[in-house]
């Protein structure tokens, strides 16, 4: 995950103003946003194949599932159109951080199934990998070969992508702004 | 946004809710002080008496802060003696513990201190109560529970009653409850909730709190350093002045229960008349910022031990005043004045003396004679105001009476002032008033009542009539410095060429 972001400040203050004089230029601003999240959205779905990425997985749900194995109780089918469904764009703000950061723009990875490929196998901070000679060892491993380390979807979109969308969406902040003080300038003239 | 689903942040934006929560408190707080201040400016109507008051407000404060802390450390202590057996040196380190809590958890000692206590007895040792103390603390952060409830859920656990732990730590499982092992439950409250207390402290919300902590040490620390005055203070008004009010009062009880009523009618009279005061204050505005730095240095020093002396002054004031123009007393309490508490008492009785000059105008408004005429004796018997006034008396009467007689009040005063101001102004009269009491001083000296300059009942001048002014203040020290220096201020008016008459030497008489 990225280290460092960029904060964009002033979108809900410019947009609240620039709505009473250009509608169609808050519009624009939101457009683009909404593009570069949803080219994010797409490159996420796209990482999602049809086959389950082990032979065991099942592509169901068990019928009547057992608690040991993957294809047991509690463990999810791994249904690529569910899986790309559940895999959206979202421009709630949520909760503000203790740096007084809020979201502008995610993509959230909501299904079961796509979440464990997304994450399983990531190490906490100052732990290290397992080297257990266990199936769950074994399923880390495996998992790990084949589609790389964890964050695998929705995370890697953003790793590799959010420098462009970050430059591209500030880009359009300013360009909002410019216009909103143009028009305020008008206004006072 | 989704629970249980991974988010991934692609935009970040800032969000001032939670700066503009922390501006909301600070703007709170000045508005706060603001409004203090403003109430204490209102109170006294000028800034030097409401900086003044605002002084007497954190004394107060801090006196407070540290009389509670002193409290709570003498519960604390006793409670280490009897549970523990525990020496000074132990409660000392017990102290240095609270503190260093404190700082580190951000959590007040006022509530540090019970919870070392009942944690003290329940295990009777500090030792344990303070490892017991840190897993507090973690489990009342972990759970958002006040201090005193994590503390009571552990000691319970000392009597082997694990449910309040069981349910306040929603992680400790059944089956270690069942070991009844307390050890083992402690150690795995512990895993559970470890490092809660310093992370929770290192919150905006407890960062804000440590704040507030800090700044009310400050206090406990100015506290502190009050406390030894207060206590004199105390030890002053219990041994001597009480008893000295308890003769008094009962040597003069009839007289101070008239002083009081009195002084209760010109409280009121002056508050309503203080409605419409604009223009005496302009026209005397230096008397009253000097009368404002008096009674504000009253108020620091110390109101109580004031307002009891100033029962004394009052009532001999009073009497005094009977017998004198009210200018003449402002004066004098100007040029005696300081901002001791003593001479502020000098002041307050000009104070009293602009009491009985409003009543004067009050009967002069109402065609009646003049205080020295109301007076029945030179060792005072008070007549009540309400008997002086009349009719107009603003507590007998309706309030277009009461107005009609402010009216006239008020124009009486302000005739009053600006004849005073024609004639002397309130400087001059001070000056004067300094220099009548430096010849008092004098004559005190020399050990005679009088000095007579001249032969029986002559007195000597300078033909122009101007007095011979003999300036020693702070020179005469003996009868015979008096005499040479009276002498040499003769000889200076005749070597000018003016005869004053007779031989000077045999005209002069001690």
Do not use: C
Not at chain 1, 27 to 43: M, T, W
Not at chain 2, 47 to 62: L, P, Q, W
Not at chain 2, 171 to 199: E, F, H, N, P, Q
Not at chain 2, 240 to 264: G, R
């Amino acid at each position: 995950m990225a280290e460092e972001v960029i904060v964009l400040t002033g979108i809900k203050e410019t947009l609240d103003a620039l709505k009473e004089f250009d509608k169609d230029a808050v519009k624009r601003f939101n457009k683009v946003i909404n593009d570069e999240l949803a080219g994010a959205e797409r490159d996420a779905k796209n990482i999602i194949q049809d086959n389950p990425p082990m032979s065991g997985w099942r592509k169901a749900d068990a019928a009547r599932p057992r608690k040991t194995t993957r294809g047991g109780a509690g463990w999810p089918g791994w249904d690529a159109g569910e899986i790309k469904s559940k895999i959206t764009k979202s421009r709630a703000q949520g909760k503000v951080r203790g740096d007084y950061t809020t979201s502008a723009g995610a993509l959230l990875n909501k299904s079961a199934a796509g979440a464990i490929f997304e994450i399983a196998g990531r190490i906490a901070s100052g732990t290290k990998a397992t080297t257990a000679q266990t199936s769950s060892g074994q399923f880390l491993r495996t998992l790990g070969n084949r589609f790389g380390k964890a964050s695998r979807v929705v995370w890697r979109v953003v790793d590799k992508d959010r420098t462009k969308i970050e430059a591209n969406v500030a880009r359009a902040l300013d360009q909002a702004k410019l216009e909103l003080q143009n028009h305020l300038n008008r206004e006072r003239a | 946004m989704a629970v249980g689903a991974v988010v991934a942040r692609i935009l970040t934006q800032y969000s001032d809710k939670g700066s503009k929560a922390a501006q909301k408190d600070i703007n709170k707080l000045g508005r706060n002080i603001d409004a203090f201040a403003k109430k204490s400016a209102r109170a006294f109507g000028v800034a030097a008496a409401a900086s003044a008051f605002f002084a007497v407000k954190i004394g107060k404060d801090a006196v407070d802060a540290a009389i509670a802390d002193q409290k709570s450390q003498v519960l604390l202590a006793n409670s280490l003696r009897n549970t523990t057996g525990a020496n000074d040196a132990v409660i000392a380190s017990t102290e240095t513990y609270i503190t260093a809590m404190q700082k580190q958890f951000n959590v007040v000692d006022d509530e540090l201190r019970p919870a070392m206590a009942a944690l003290t007895a329940a295990t009777g040792s500090v030792t344990a109560a303070q490892s017991l103390m840190q897993t507090a603390l973690d489990v009342s952060a972990n759970r958002t529970v006040d201090l005193g409830t994590a503390v009571n859920a552990i000691i319970a656990g000392t009597r082997g009653q694990y449910r309040a732990l069981g349910k306040l730590v929603p992680g400790l499982d059944s089956a270690t409850l069942a070991t009844k092992d307390y050890g083992l439950i402690l150690d795995k409250v512990g895993k559970l909730t470890a490092g809660s207390a310093a992370k929770r402290a290192q919150t905006l919300e407890y960062r804000l709190i440590g704040l507030k902590i800090a700044f009310g040490e400050i206090l406990e620390t100015l506290g502190y350093a009050l406390l030894p005055v207060l206590d004199k203070f105390v030890t002053v008004v219990t041994k001597k002045i009480l008893p000295a009010l308890d003769a008094f009062v009962a040597v003069n009880k009839d007289k101070l229960a008239a002083s009081f009523a009195i002084a209760a009618e010109f409280a009121v009279i002056l508050l309503g008349a203080a409605v419409n005061f604009g223009n005496w204050i302009a026209n005397n505005m230096g008397l009253v910022k000097g009368m404002a730095l008096l009674i504000a240095g009253m108020f620091v020093v110390g109101r109580i031990s004031a307002f009891i002396v100033m029962l004394g002054a009052l009532t001999s004031a009073f009497a005094v005043l009977r017998t004198t123009a009210a200018g003449a007393a402002i004066a004098t309490a100007f040029a005696t004045g300081g901002v001791s508490v003593g001479t502020a008492v000098t002041a307050l009785a000009g104070i009293a003396a602009i009491g009985l000059t409003t009543k004067n105008l009050f009967d002069m408004a109402n065609g009646k004679s003049n205080t020295s005429s109301t007076g029945s004796g030179s060792t005072g018997k008070y007549n009540s105001i309400s008997g002086v006034l009349g009719s107009t008396s603003p507590t007998s009467t309706t309030l277009d009476t009461t107005n009609a007689a402010l009216d006239k009040f008020l124009a009486g005063l302000t005739g009053n002032t600006k004849a005073l101001k024609v004639a002397k102004s309130m400087q001059d009269k001070i000056n004067a008033e300094a220099v009548k009491q430096n010849l008092a001083r004098q004559a005190k000296l020399s050990g005679s009542s009088t000095i007579a300059i001249g032969g029986g009942s002559k007195l000597y001048m300078a033909q122009s009539g101007v007095n011979v002014v003999v300036n020693n203040a702070g020179s005469v020290v003996t009868n015979e410095n008096l005499v040479t220096s009276i002498v040499d201020g003769i000889e200076k008016v005749n070597r000018r060429g003016r005869y004053i008459g007779g031989r000077f030497g045999e005209t002069v008489q001690l």
